[in-house]
């Protein structure tokens, strides 16, 4: 099991999600904990350069005039 949890321990920690959130909104906080990780990988696969872009106008900040 993952985290060295077992079944039993699994099952108490859903219980005890499901009282705090409520049954309705599980399906909610799952589907935007999906997006979420889905967004955060998107970002780190694409490397489109903002992270180049951020370090350069760091180092070189401009003028104030």
């Known amino acids: 099991m993952p ?3 077992g079944m ?3 099952v ?3 219980v005890i999600v499901t009282v705090v ?3 309705t909104k ?3 906080l799952g ?3 999906g997006k979420a990780i889905k967004n955060f990988k998107r970002s780190i696969d694409s490397g489109d350069g903002k992270d180049e872009e951020t370090k350069a ?3 070189s900040p401009s ?3």
């Open 26 to 28: 599980l399906p909610q």
């Open 63 to 65: 003028k104030p005039e």
């Open 31 to 33: 589907d935007g904990l």
């Open 8 to 10: 039993g321990e699994l």
């Open 57 to 59: 106008k760091i180092e």
């Open 21 to 23: 959130f409520g049954a």
């Open 12 to 14: 108490m920690i859903l």
């Open 3 to 5: 985290f060295g949890l």
